[in-house]
C-alpha cells in the first residue's frame, strides 16, 4: 500500500476490540512516526504507554479534575493509550509552536501507521489534557503539556469506522494573490 493510499484509506475508530499491539510492535512504529520533520533534531516529544491498571489510574485522575467521586471510564474506552505529550526544548531557533508542530505531527504519523498495520485509532483530546491533576498522573515535567491520547485497540468485525466528509482539496490549496487582487481588497 503507497502512502497516499494509506492516508486516504485513515479512519478514526471511536469503539475498538480488546487487542492491541504488543510493545514491541508499538517500538516499531514510533521509530518511524519519529521521522517527521523536526526542526534542529529538538524531538520536542514524548509518548507514554498506558496499559491495564495505568488506563484506572488516568481515570482517577480525570474524575479528581472534574470533581467526581468515582473513577471516569473513558480511557476504558480502549486496551491501549498512547498519551501524545509535546515537551518542549529551549531553543532560539525553533519557537514553541513549531515544536508542538512537530509532537502533533508525531502523533498523527503514528495514527496513520497504527491504522495501516491494522489497528483501530482516534486521536481523543478535551480541557482534560491540560488538568493539573491529570498532568501528575502522567509525571509531566514544566516544560512539558499533555496533547491527548491515541485510543488503540483491534477494528471490531462488522463494523464501520467513524465518517470523515471528504476534503474539497481546490478550496483549500489557494494561490498567492497578486497585486491586481490586494488592491481590490
Known amino acids: 500500500m503507497s502512502a497516499l493510499d494509506a492516508v486516504r484509506a485513515r479512519h478514526s475508530w471511536s469503539r475498538v476490540t480488546d487487542v492491541a499491539p504488543t510493545r514491541e510492535?508499538?517500538?516499531?512504529?514510533?521509530?518511524a512516526a519519529g521521522r517527521v520533520a523536526d526542526h534542529s533534531s529538538l524531538r520536542p516529544w514524548r509518548l507514554i504507554e498506558l496499559r491495564g491498571e495505568d488506563r484506572m489510574a488516568l481515570g482517577k485522575a480525570m474524575a479528581k479534575a472534574q470533581g467526581d467521586k468515582e473513577p471516569s471510564p473513558?480511557?476504558?474506552r480502549a486496551?491501549?493509550?498512547i498519551a501524545v505529550v509535546a515537551s518542549f526544548r529551549k531553543s532560539d531557533k525553533v519557537p514553541r509552536w513549531?515544536?508542538?508542530a512537530v509532537a502533533s505531527g508525531v502523533a498523527h504519523t503514528l495514527s496513520l501507521l497504527l491504522d495501516e498495520a491494522g489497528w483501530g485509532v482516534i486521536w481523543r483530546t478535551g480541557h482534560y489534557?491540560?488538568?493539573?491533576?491529570v498532568a501528575k498522573a502522567h509525571g509531566l515535567q514544566k516544560n512539558e503539556e499533555l496533547l491527548g491520547w491515541l485510543y488503540v485497540g483491534g477494528k471490531p468485525v462488522g463494523k464501520k469506522p467513524g465518517r470523515r466528509k471528504s476534503v474539497d482539496a481546490s478550496a483549500m490549496l489557494t494561490r498567492m494573490p497578486t497585486k491586481a487582487q490586494k488592491k481590490t481588497k
Request: net charge neutral; no cysteine; charged share 30%.
Open 74 to 76: 473513558k480511557p476504558l
Open 129 to 133: 489534557t491540560r488538568s493539573k491533576a
Open 25 to 31: 510492535e508499538l517500538l516499531t512504529l514510533v521509530a
Open 79 to 81: 486496551p491501549l493509550l
Open 98 to 100: 513549531e515544536q508542538e
